[in-house]
């Protein structure tokens, strides 16, 4: 009964998603655009973060690989924009698989730290290629149909929401979360590691990468800087980590949540919008390090406990 | 009738420090072998040589007359080994029940792909510990020894035809540890060769059909229990020599 609610609130909250370019303003719709592919870099993320606990902080990378994969595709070779997209997603998950190889080895803060510094050096190099426009940057052909765009990126977020969904649900998702938990266990158990976290590590390059097609696509200029911004990483792993990272609808409801206050901050109280901003997320790091998702699992148990066991717990 | 499991000439080297030196034994099929010494003799590191948690500096190990020294470690549990660690590695955030499908779902020839199959054959291992009261609690929730219990139906969930145990009952009480060797005993009778490291004299004796005792990596005695416990080099091992 309860399973029944939630899945009809959820188709519910689903048409309504669907339904806003025709009944909101056009500014709205953008910032939904931007909602949307932000929510589908931080459910990307949490298949590689969240489930398999690899704390990737180059997840940007494969979000620039989709966007200049589109851009080139669309521009240089006069090719329609879906085969971009998909040569973009090919260049992103290849780039996945070499990397993930070595870069996989690595454990904890070894890892994140080798992962921060691909952002870097993918816009050294992409800054020196003619195909790429150089740092100059490439104009991708105009396309004004923010209809389109928002409901592309929402399509994209519930393709990406669906596959946490199996993943949760799946032999492959119990390998992860084993690697998550304990990596040396899972190995004797029979879980083949290396296997599942380069897999891992390509679907969440996949869903990035198509995410930075779409918004190629709709913004029509990217540049080494733009395309390979590394704040997207930190924006989307808060996001993640705020809504529960390897929870199904955590990373989604959190990128929702956290890009709402930020819009409203920054019109209200331009100047000191990051201020709140980053006392929202500080505030929510002591009450709730594991997340909404967590809180609403044993909110009901604890009560307003809940908060004050965290508080404990770490020492604050 | 051949062993299960030939270890020949193993040797294995941390940074110049000889952990394991030299080893060659055997295990039959069906059969439990217990490996003793004193602290540092090297038996976690014989265990984790065996199980692929790490690679040997030398020598060959043989299962089922197969070698397996350059396979990884899930391909030795896919072949049918499985171990359960001294310091106990559950994963924590998921429930006891998981834990245990786990193995179902990976363990030897690739396990079980149902989801729903593999869960069933997890109540089934945590009703042979004894631990199916816990099913839907946190690992990490656990007390002591009924983390022993997990470690030990994680491992059976693989359906080993090979089981490593690594100090299993180490920190359980006197009725406690009894009960871990009814345990042990109904996993032998299911045919399931045994590899049991144990500082408790008494289940080991009992339980085991020959010993084995390491020190500084070496053999230095193997046969039946009462013989080797009575045998002057291991009672000097472990107390020292006697001084005149």
Redesign the interface.
Same mark, same amino acid.
């Given at each position: 009964m309860k399973r029944r609610i939630a899945w009809a609130a959820g188709a519910v909250a689903l048409v309504l998603l669907v339904l806003v370019p025709w009944i909101a303003t056009p500014t709205l719709i953008q910032f939904g655009i931007s909602m949307l592919l932000l929510a589908t870099l931080a459910q990307g993320w949490n298949i590689i973060g969240g489930y398999t606990g690899y704390a990737c902080f180059g997840n940007s990378v494969f979000y620039g690989l989709g966007s200049y994969g589109t851009a080139i595709a669309m521009v240089q070779w006069n090719l329609p924009f879906g085969v971009g997209l998909a040569f973009g997603a090919v260049l992103a998950v290849v780039f996945a698989f070499l990397l993930g190889l070595p870069v996989l080895r690595l454990r904890g803060h070894y890892f994140a730290i080798a992962t921060l510094a691909l952002a870097e050096v993918m816009t050294a190099i992409i800054s020196n290629l003619d195909i790429a426009g150089r740092n100059i940057g490439l104009v991708l052909p105009l396309l004004k149909g923010d209809t389109l765009f928002y409901e592309l990126s929402l399509g994209l977020l519930v393709l990406a929401t669906l596959t946490v969904l199996w993943i949760s649900?799946?032999?492959f998702g119990?390998?992860l979360? *084993?690697i998550?938990?304990?990596e040396? *266990?899972? *190995?004797?158990?029979?879980?083949? =590691? =290396?296997l599942h976290k380069v897999l891992a590590f390509a679907l969440a390059a996949f869903f990035s990468a198509l995410a930075g097609g779409i918004h190629a696509y709709w913004i029509t200029f990217i540049d080494p800087e733009s395309a390979f911004d590394i704040t997207l990483n930190v924006k989307m792993i808060i996001m993640a980590v705020f809504g529960g990272p390897?929870s199904i609808l955590g990373p989604v409801i959190g990128a929702f949540l956290l890009s709402a206050i930020s819009e409203v901050l920054s019109t209200q109280v331009s100047t000191v919008a990051s201020l709140f901003f980053g006392l929202v997320i500080v505030v929510a790091v002591i009450f709730m390090p594991r997340g909404l998702a967590d809180v609403a699992r044993r909110f009901k148990q604890y009560g307003l406990r809940y908060f004050g066991e965290n508080v404990k717990a770490h020492r604050l | 009738m051949m062993p299960i499991l030939e270890v020949r000439g193993l040797s294995k080297l941390f940074e110049g420090l000889v952990a394991v030196n030299e080893l060659s034994f055997e295990v039959g099929e069906g059969e439990i072998l217990g490996l003793i010494g004193p602290n540092g003799a090297g038996k976690t590191t014989v265990i984790s040589l065996i199980? &692929?948690?790490l690679k040997p500096s030398e020598g060959e190990l043989l299962f089922q007359g197969r070698p397996i020294d350059q396979l %990884?470690?899930?391909r030795? @549990?896919?072949l049918g080994i499985?171990?359960t $660690?001294q310091i106990m590695? %559950? $994963? %924590? &955030? +998921?429930s006891v029940l998981?834990n245990v @499908?786990? &193995?179902a +779902?990976? &363990?030897?020839g690739?396990?079980q792909?149902k +989801?729903n199959k @593999?869960r069933d054959d997890a109540r089934h291992w945590l009703d042979f510990v004894d631990l199916g009261h816990r099913a839907d609690q946190r690992a990490d929730d656990l007390g002591g020894p009924d983390r022993k219990r997990l470690e030990l139906a994680?491992?059976l969930a +693989?359906k080993p035809k090979l089981l490593l145990l690594d100090e299993v009952m180490a920190g359980l009480n006197h009725a406690e540890i009894d009960e871990v060797v009814d345990v042990i005993k109904k996993v032998r009778a299911s045919g399931i060769a045994i590899l049991v490291i144990e500082h408790v004299m008494r289940a080991i004796q009992s339980l085991s059909d020959r010993l084995l005792v390491l020190h500084h990596g070496q053999m230095i005695a193997a046969g039946v229990p009462d013989q080797v416990l009575n045998d002057p080099q291991v009672v000097e091992a472990y107390l020292g020599r006697r001084r005149a």
């Open positions: 649900r799946s032999r119990y390998g979360i *084993a998550r938990e304990s040396d *266990a899972a *190995a004797v158990m029979g879980v083949n =590691t =290396t390897g | 199980s &692929g948690t %990884p470690a899930y030795r @549990a896919h499985g171990r $660690f590695k %559950p $994963f %924590p &955030g +998921l998981d @499908a786990v &193995g +779902l990976f &363990g030897t690739g396990g792909r +989801l @593999a994680k491992a +693989l």
